[in-house]
């Protein structure tokens, strides 16, 4: 899962669709961290959050 170059994310955050969170980073002290792995996570539909200067940023992801 990548996002643009431009975005300097604060926290990233993956919840499969029962609420768990499956994958959480606190990529604030990070340089250039534009993607995560996720080789490791089950096949399924999950929602993304990355937060940005106090505000959140959702989306839909399907990982095959």
Do not use: C, F, R
Not at 9 to 26: F, I, R
Not at 35 to 55: A, H
């Amino acid at each position: 899962i990548s996002w643009d170059a431009s975005i300097a994310p604060s926290n990233v955050q993956l919840m499969d669709l029962a609420g768990k969170v499956v994958y959480l980073e606190n990529i604030s002290n990070a340089a250039n961290i534009q993607s995560i792995d996720v080789e490791n996570i089950e096949s399924g539909i999950y929602l993304l959050n990355i937060y940005v200067d106090g505000s959140v940023h959702t989306e839909k992801v399907v990982i095959k």
